[in-house]
């Protein structure tokens, strides 16, 4: 008895421990509080939303992710020494790194070798293993080579991952950052208002020093150029999201254990068309590689009526029924950018009525580079209904309907002016049950009724006599 009570004692203390939360590297954020940071985006300073967004990129961390903030430029003009640590590597506070940002001021210079030194030191002193992000407005303004710095320390054996976010900064100001990046094991990151920092550092934080080196790479172009898109990698059997990135205009790369999933890409620039997705395998032992091309195809909608050109609404539908484009034609051919694919196209003609005003295109295949017509002609007949006593115009109630099916089609009112009386109606050749029922005074309550063939392109008229 007692040796089965010692192994329920050993396996509950077994699960327990299994289901503690795994120990996580800490992060330490390099923050920029130089002087430029009272530089506006959008109405507000850049120290104003670096705060926002670096106070809630915390707060949404795991629960035992411990955090050491490192600023420079926080406490005097022109000094390159003014670099502090104001929470140290081993704090598991948010609140203590929140309060601390929410405090800073931002006056000197960007001294960003001499930070990553100070912050690389720390690492090597303690052999703490960590991820580095560094948040920066500006370029080296100190003596100092950020790259080189990051290069030797890696040469060194020191174990970090470094990510560089540029906020707000111009082109020909990256490339030092980009390199420093490149040889921390990490990424650059742009990001040019409140949504992009927060977008960068959601993903930065993710990417951390303790993650397995990503094993499938992803290159998103659009007409041959390379494009920023985000990706996300969703297995295919337990539907549940496995990694993301962002591939900033070059490749990304995501961790994607053995097994199938579909790539969900999306373009943040230089494309009107939509996501896509992108069915691909994770194979053990070998890199996988996707190229995502956003060159949609592209889709020359032509309506007609009676062969010339006629105003339609179109919906653009995948083969499951999803909408993916409206439009409208107004007359004229509409050519509209979209994935390739096949697609069925509803149209319908406007200011027309009938039994045949919605047609649907089916199967139109869309291709990569290449323009396909969609073309439907409507056909039409034209009916003027009119009322009157006399040579007066009488007010009246007009209802058309299908003769053989008795589905009401159109309706209107003459009124007493000769720009409505006789009132015209655009119809689908056919039979039609016409009714005209007069309004106001004598005449109310006055119907007549009559039957009217239309046909394509001809007019037939006819006008009531109360």
């Known amino acids: 008895m007692k040796k089965i009570i010692i192994l329920l004692v050993v396996l509950c203390c077994s699960v327990h421990l299994n289901a503690q939360e795994k120990e996580l590297s800490p992060i330490l954020f390099i923050y920029d509080a130089s002087g430029s940071m009272w530089g506006k985006?959008?109405?507000?300073?850049?120290?104003?939303?670096?705060?926002?967004?670096?106070?809630?990129?915390?707060?949404?961390?795991?629960?035992n992710q411990n955090v050491g903030l490192l600023v420079y430029g926080h406490t005097k003009k022109g000094d390159c020494n003014d670099i502090e640590y104001l929470v140290d590597l081993s704090n598991n506070s948010k609140e203590k790194v929140t309060k601390a940002v929410k405090s800073i001021n931002s006056l000197g210079k960007t001294p960003l070798a001499r930070s990553t030194t100070m912050a690389i030191n720390s690492l090597k002193k303690t052999k703490t293993k960590a991820t580095i992000i560094l948040i920066t407005d500006g370029i080296e303004s100190c003596d100092g080579d950020i790259c080189d710095v990051v290069s030797k320390a890696k040469l060194e054996g020191i174990d970090f991952k470094m990510h560089?976010?540029?906020?707000?900064?111009?082109?020909?100001e990256k490339e030092q950052l980009k390199c420093a990046a490149g040889a921390g094991n990490g990424n650059y990151y742009d990001a040019n208002n409140a949504n992009g920092l927060g977008e960068v550092l959601t993903v930065a934080t993710s990417e951390t020093v303790d993650d397995p080196k990503g094993d499938f790479s992803v290159y998103a172009t659009k007409n041959g150029k390379p494009v920023d898109a985000w990706v996300k990698a969703i297995n295919k059997e337990t539907n549940k999201e496995i990694d993301f990135a962002r591939t900033y205009r070059d490749t990304s790369y995501l961790y994607l254990p053995a097994g199938k999933y579909t790539l969900q890409v999306r373009p943040l620039e230089n494309s009107k068309i939509k996501g896509t997705t992108v069915d691909v395998e994770s194979i053990d032992g070998i890199k996988g590689h996707q190229t995502v091309s956003f060159d949609?195809?592209?889709?020359?909608?032509?309506?007609?009526?009676?062969?010339?050109?006629?105003?339609?609404s179109c919906k653009v539908k995948t083969q499951e029924g999803k909408?993916?484009?409206?439009?409208?034609?107004?007359?004229?051919?509409?050519?509209?950018?979209?994935?390739?694919?096949?697609?069925?196209?509803?149209?319908?003609?406007?200011?027309?009525?009938?039994?045949?005003?919605?047609?649907?295109?089916?199967?139109?295949?869309?291709?990569?580079g290449k323009t396909v017509e969609a073309v439907h002609n409507f056909d039409s007949g034209i009916a003027m209904i009119g009322a009157k006593n006399g040579n007066t115009l009488v007010d009246a109630l007009v209802k058309i309907s299908d003769k053989a099916t008795k589905k009401n089609v159109a309706g209107s009112r003459t009124y007493t002016s000769s720009n409505s009386?006789?009132?015209?109606?655009?119809?689908?050749?056919?039979?039609?049950?016409?009714?005209?029922?007069?309004?106001?005074?004598?005449?109310?309550?006055?119907?007549?009724?009559?039957?009217?063939?239309?046909?394509?392109?001809e007019t037939v008229t006819k006008t009531i006599n109360f």
């Open 41 to 63: 985006l959008q109405n507000k300073t850049k120290k104003e939303i670096a705060a926002d967004v670096l106070t809630e990129t915390v707060n949404n961390l795991p629960n």
């Open 164 to 172: 560089v976010v540029g906020f707000g900064l111009k082109k020909g």
């Open 323 to 368: 909408v993916v484009v409206g439009t409208r034609t107004y007359g004229k051919p509409r050519v509209i950018e979209i994935n390739a694919g096949v697609y069925d196209i509803t149209v319908q003609g406007l200011k027309m009525k009938g039994l045949e005003t919605v047609y649907t295109i089916e199967d139109v295949k869309v291709e990569s």
């Open 296 to 312: 949609g195809g592209k889709i020359n909608i032509i309506t007609t009526n009676n062969k010339e050109g006629w105003d339609s």
């Open 421 to 457: 009386n006789p009132r015209t109606f655009v119809l689908n050749p056919g039979v039609y049950e016409v009714s005209v029922r007069g309004l106001k005074k004598e005449y109310a309550g006055k119907i007549e009724t009559f039957t009217i063939e239309v046909k394509v392109g």
